[in-house]
């Protein structure tokens, strides 16, 4: 249960001369340093099987074959383009959804495809364009873009993910006319549903047959994200300096979304120190067949698809499973506790969920206790395992009103969620008094 932070004012009320926070450094138990790590905050992600992603390559390259040799924008290899992808998202459990616009003349189509449940006001977003150029079947770009979020979205549902963002998946219409479907996709977005979109990951070209492995320079935590997954392949990345406004993800850059991505390189030449990094030919282009009839299913590099298709389900499952909580949460119970005169312990129980690891080092609790001799009572936070934190003593000649104070305790070799307590003792006669409140504060 958490609870909202109580008015200031209920805190002050009724205050004595002895209110003032104690320091409590020398009251408290020491914690055991480091004894455990952090665990990380997100699921680790499946790997992606390269031979499913080169099915849907093969599938694009036979759509194109079956409708005049493309896939492009108001041509039929499109529509069929989208009719395949759309079925694999039905069978697997997606909300699918077509929307349609029209640009020279004819019918475009994306495909947003929704994964239930996740935070609905904090969306994150993946997508690739499904359209080629008229010139061939577009299967490095951008089947291999298409087809590496295809099969991360069926990844999410062979895994049954239980995301804390919700995930949308989209495959869009005209980019090869100037990202006519993801521009369209977001003016027609209500301005509440795109405050929603916490992130917008693009991925056009990504296995490039002379492959580069670019990360897009955009939000920091997105270029991090894949920089990570890089750096675990020992893979040297280099920034994307020629996308900006090249592909679908400037739409969504242009209203403010926080946006990333991938890519292998198009028409330019590979260096020669590009070349001895990542290997290939140097003064050839990283696709000789970009925007050509020869961008067919042989016009691939298998490696650039497998580490790209896996960085895209790395970047899903890291940025869409994380569950860090910000600092300065609070977890109160405000449900009153008598305190038995000279007795037994009472507790009060705050629990606390949803937060990673361990709690930090300056655990806040906040303590208010009635009581009408306060030097009686004697005080202990206890973690979720038992381990007790004394935060006040009893002291015989302390005949002030009331324990209202602010402790700071170092609970950082303590996990965060679970039942934490306030144990009170009243252990001398006469006097007796009530736990008001209690408060963590993380
Ligand atoms: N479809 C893009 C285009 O035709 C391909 C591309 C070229 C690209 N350079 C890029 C995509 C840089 C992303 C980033 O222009
Ligand atoms: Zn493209
Ligand atoms: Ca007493």
Redesign the pocket.
Known sequence: MRLARPALPRLLRRTTAGVATLAAAGLLATAAPGALAAPSPTLAAPDIPLANVKAHLSQFQSIAQANGGNRAHGRPGYKASIDYVKGKLDAAGFTTSVQQFTSSGATGYNLVADWPGGDPNKVLMAGA?LDS?SAGAGVN??GSGSAGVLETALAVSRAQLKPTKHLRFAWWGA??LGMVGSRYYVNNLPSTERSKVSGYL?F??IASPNPGY?V?DDDPTIEKTFKDYYAGLNVPTEI?T???G??D?APFKNVGIPVG?L?S????AKSSAQAQKWGGSAGQAFDRC??SSCDSASNINDTALDRNSDAIAHAIWALGTDTTVPPGDSYENTTDVAIPDNGAAVTSTVNVTGRTGNAPATLKVDVDIRHTWRGDVVVDLLAPDGTAYRLKNSSGNDSADNVIATYTVDASSEVANGAWKLRVQDVAAQDTGYINSWKLTF
């Open positions: 364009h150029v770009d951008n980019e090869e693009n056009d070209m670019f897009y994307e020629e996308g900006d090249r592909s993800h991505g890519f390189g198009a028409e330019r970009y925007h």
